[in-house]
Nanobody, 125 residues
Framework: QLQLVESGGGLVQPGGSLRLSCAAS????????IGWFRQAAGKEREGVSC????????TYADSVKGRFTISRDNAKSMVYLQMNSLKPEDTAVYYC??????????????????WGQGTHVTVSS
């Protein structure tokens, strides 16, 4: 079973940047598509971005397209989410999750079996 641990969250001013990291252990990362999700207080969870097993295919929610970039380093068992031009509406708990079922590409609506504990991101002046 893949275990995931997120880090890199914090408080940042509007317009600022953060890079979230997702460290994987317990299994080989390149057997999984990975997604980043977020949940703001009182709102439903949103699929922010995902990346295919090889890293060649990525998708983004419209709300973050052009501002966030997902990447992965399978050799280091790491997945990253670079977040630029942050807005107050990006405030949420961010989670990474693993999808072992999607062999090619990625899908933010797919079934994700393994989840991290989340990291808090607060965008405020």
């Amino acid at each position: 079973q893949l275990q995931l641990v997120e880090s890199g969250g914090g408080l940042v001013q509007p317009g600022g940047s953060l890079r979230l990291s997702c460290a994987a252990s317990g299994s080989t990362l390149n057997y999984y598509a990975i997604g980043w999700f977020r949940q703001a207080a009182g709102k439903e969870r949103e699929g922010v971005s995902c990346i295919s097993r090889s890293g060649e295919i990525t998708t983004y929610a419209d709300s973050v397209k052009g501002r966030f970039t997902i990447s992965r380093d399978n050799a280091k068992s790491m997945v990253y989410l670079q977040m630029n031009s942050l807005k107050p509406e990006d405030t949420a708990v961010y989670y990474c999750a693993a999808d072992p079922y999607t062999a090619y590409g990625c899908n933010r609506q797919a079934r994700y079996d393994s989840w991290g504990q989340g990291t808090h991101v607060t965008v405020s002046s």
